[in-house]
């Protein structure tokens, strides 16, 4: 069955360093997500991305993010200047049309030092 | 702001037993409710949604229940096996063709042989 894969499975880096975290969804799938989980706390939604346009975002989603679909295949989120409070799992999904159920990557772990 | 609440962390379930798994809502424009479950190192994976306009959808072994009066969904697993052992997150939309998920804090769910 085809998957949402991410890389890498764990990133770490410090504070005020770039990030990009990549993500390959599902081939036939149209609609992408960013969604992150801090260590014990919820899912929470990050930014949707359809039509090669960012269609919604969160008030997480401010300057030092963007996503960026550069070549069809890949979805990555960079984080432009890091924060300590970044760290977290970071989950990548897709899906095919705008009320299918999304389809989850296994996540990155972005720890900021 | 806790649109969607699991109220109970952990639930431990004897296998073959039902499982019951509860999430309250606040928002009564939410539209379209989504079942997930987790394993420890993987990305969310869909089990069952509902639609709104439906109080009952069955898959297999897996059963979800709406009541919007009460703003009240749960999901029923029976009978309960090993493998279902998992972190079960509740998730809600407000509909459209982007619908950011809402997310519950999740339930762990562990089933006892």
């Known amino acids: 069955e085809p998957e949402v894969t991410q890389t890498p499975s764990h990133q770490v880096t410090q504070m005020g360093q770039e990030v990009i975290l990549r993500c390959v969804p599902i081939?036939?799938?149209?609609?992408f997500y960013w969604y992150r989980q801090i260590l014990g706390q919820k899912v929470e939604f990050l930014v949707s991305f359809y039509n090669n346009e960012i269609s919604e975002k969160s008030e997480i989603f401010d300057d030092q993010f963007s996503v960026e679909r550069p070549d069809g295949s890949n979805f990555t989120l960079k984080i432009r200047s890091t924060k300590l409070e970044d760290s977290a799992m970071y989950f990548c999904a897709s899906r095919v049309r705008g009320n299918s159920p999304l389809h989850f990557g296994n996540g990155t772990r972005l720890t900021v030092t | 702001d806790q649109q969607v609440k699991q109220n109970s962390p952990s639930l431990s379930v004897q296998e073959g037993r039902i499982s019951i798994l509860n999430c309250d809502y606040t928002?009564?424009?939410?539209?379209?409710f989504l079942w997930y479950k987790k394993y420890p190192a993987e990305g969310p994976t869909f089990l069952i949604s509902?639609?709104?306009i439906k109080d009952k959808n069955e898959d297999g072994r897996f059963t979800v229940f709406l009541n919007k009066s009460a703003k009240h969904l749960s999901l029923h697993i029976v009978p309960s096996q090993p493998g279902d052992s998992a972190v079960y997150f509740c998730a809600a939309s407000l509909g459209g063709s982007n619908y950011q998920l809402i997310w519950g804090a999740g339930t762990k769910l562990i089933i006892k042989p």
């Open positions: 509902i639609s709104s």
């Open positions: 928002n009564s424009m939410f539209d379209y």
């Open positions: 081939s036939n799938h149209l609609y």
